[in-house]
């Protein structure tokens, strides 16, 4: 019995030494996947640290451009009205433009006009001057002439109240002879 008890106790010993191997494989098994699920759980706490920094940061970028919508709404409402009035200005400048237009073209057409006018005036004006040189000319050629007339009067002149002064002396009461 004494083997028995030996070789019981050698097998006993051997169950218990697979047996505390197999819980030392479990454990380790066991300890991996509690370190790798406590890696998850990390990496998890990183990634919702992460994501709950990525929704503060996105609400308050939510926020800013809320606020920057609503600045620009407000914007769009003033450039509206803005723009309003300055269609109105811009209709009211065409219609004075086109006003000014049709003014520009009469005052050139009159212009035109004047422009021709004093053109006809002009050559009026050219015109009567050669015909007053010619007149100018007539009667320095007229004056010539009287002058020559009255100078050949005033020498017939002379010449006649010489005659008479011969004659009157020449000349006797005595009837004259026959």
Not at 85 to 97: G, I, P, W, Y
Not at 133 to 161: P, Q, S
Request: charged share 30%; hydrophobic share 35%; net charge positive.
């Amino acid at each position: 019995m004494k083997n028995f008890l030996t070789s019981l106790m050698i097998v006993l010993s051997l169950g218990l030494c697979g047996l505390i191997w197999f819980q030392w494989q479990r454990e380790t098994v066991n300890r991996q996947q509690m370190q790798m699920m406590a890696d998850r759980t990390r990496h998890r706490d990183g990634k919702i640290q992460s994501l709950d920094d990525l929704v503060r940061i996105t609400q308050t970028e939510v926020t800013r451009l809320d606020s920057l919508k609503k600045e620009l709404i407000e914007q769009v409402k003033s450039n509206t009205v803005q723009i309003v009035t300055l269609d109105n200005e811009l209709d009211r400048t065409k219609s004075d433009n086109e006003v000014k237009t049709k003014q520009l073209v009469a005052y050139k057409e009159a212009l035109d006009r004047a422009n021709d006018a004093i053109k006809k005036q002009n050559e009026d004006v050219t015109r009567q001057n050669e015909e007053l040189k010619k007149v100018a000319e007539e009667r320095n050629e007229m004056a010539l002439k009287f002058n020559k007339v009255a100078t050949e009067f005033n020498e017939l002149a002379a010449k006649w109240n010489t005659l008479q002064e011969q004659l009157a002396k020449a000349a006797t009461n005595a009837p004259p002879t026959k």
